[in-house]
C-alpha cells in the first residue's frame, strides 16, 4: 500500500471545519509547497477517460500531431512536439509532448481539438470544468489565510488564462542527451498547480535539505502546488518549490500526467501585499509586476516564446 509523503487534506473539511482546512492548507504550502487533495469532487471515471483520450492522440503519427502545433500561439493551445520546452536555466530540452487546453469560452484564443480522436474535446472541456472549480474552492481558502476577503482570487481567475495540459512521456530515446529528464528541476509559473494522479511514479520536490521527496501518485488524489506568482503575491510565504519528473527504470516504460495550471488575468497585480510583507520579516521580497508581464517573461526561459 502507497503511503503519501506530504500532507494529505480532504475538500469536504472546508465546509465541515472551515478554520482548520485553512490552516492546513496554508502550514501546507509554507513548509513543502505541496500538499495532497481528497474528496475533491473531480469524477475518477472522467480522469481515467481522459487519459484513455490523451493515450489514443499521442499514438498518432507525428506528421498528423504536428498538424495542431501553430507557433503563433507560442504553445497555449494545442500540440508542443517532443523536446520543444525545457526548464528555466536548463539548455537540454524535457523528454515530454504535450497539448494545452484553454478556457472552454476563451474566443480570443479558441481551443484546437484533434478531429482523429472525438472523445478527446468533451473529455478535456469537462475536465478543465471540474479543476476549475476545485481550484475556486482551494483559492478561496488561500486568500482567507492571506488575510483577504474569501472570493478576493474570484474575478481574476474566472476570466483568467489557466491552462489544462496533457503531458506524454514516452520511452526514453536511445540517443536522448545524458543530463535530459522528463522535467527537469523547475516552479510552475502559475497561482496554483492542481496535478490529477499519474499514471505512473515520477514526481519529486526539493526539500530544504537538499534531497529529493517522491511524491506518490495515490488513486483518489490530486497533487496541489504552490506557483511562482503566488509566492510573490505572498512575499515568499508560500512557497514555490522546485521539483522534476526523473526517468524510469525501464527505458520502454511511458508516463501520462495532466497538471492544470490556474493562471489569473494578465493585468493582475502581482506585487506583494503588505500584510505578507509584515508575516515575512518586513522587507519587500518581489518586485512590481502584472501576471503577464511575469508570464511572458518565463515563456521566454523555457523555449515557448
Known sequence: MLVQTIPVLSLRDFTAHPAQFVQSLGEALERFGFFALEDHGIDDRLIQSAYGSAEAFFALPEPTK??????????????????????????????KEFWHVGRPDDQAMPNRWPKEVPQFQPAMTTLFQQLETCSIQLLRACALYLGQPTDWFMPEVR????????????????????????????????LITLLCEATSAGLELLQANGEWLPIQPIPGQVIVDTG??????????L????????????????????????????????????????????????????????????LREIGLA
Do not use: W
Open 66 to 95: 504536428r498538424r495542431y502545433e501553430e507557433r503563433a500561439l507560442k504553445g497555449q493551445r494545442g500540440f508542443t512536439r517532443f523536446g520543444k520546452e525545457h526548464a528555466k536555466d536548463h539548455g537540454v530540452p524535457d523528454l
Open 159 to 190: 476570466h483568467g488564462n489557466s491552462i489544462l495540459r496533457v503531458i506524454h512521456y514516452p520511452p526514453v530515446p536511445p540517443d536522448a542527451a545524458p543530463r535530459s529528464m522528463r522535467a527537469a528541476p523547475h516552479e510552475d509559473i502559475n
Open 228 to 237: 511562482d506568482m503566488l509566492q510573490a503575491l505572498s512575499n515568499g510565504l
Open 239 to 298: 512557497k514555490s518549490t522546485t521539483h522534476r519528473v526523473t526517468n524510469p527504470d525501464s527505458r520502454r516504460d511511458r508516463r501520462f500526467s495532466m497538471p492544470f495550471f490556474v493562471h489569473p488575468r494578465s493585468s493582475f497585480d502581482l506585487t506583494p501585499l503588505p500584510q505578507c510583507i509584515a508575516r515575512t520579516g518586513g522587507a519587500t521580497r518581489f518586485p512590481v509586476q502584472s501576471a503577464g508581464e511575469y508570464l511572458q517573461a518565463r
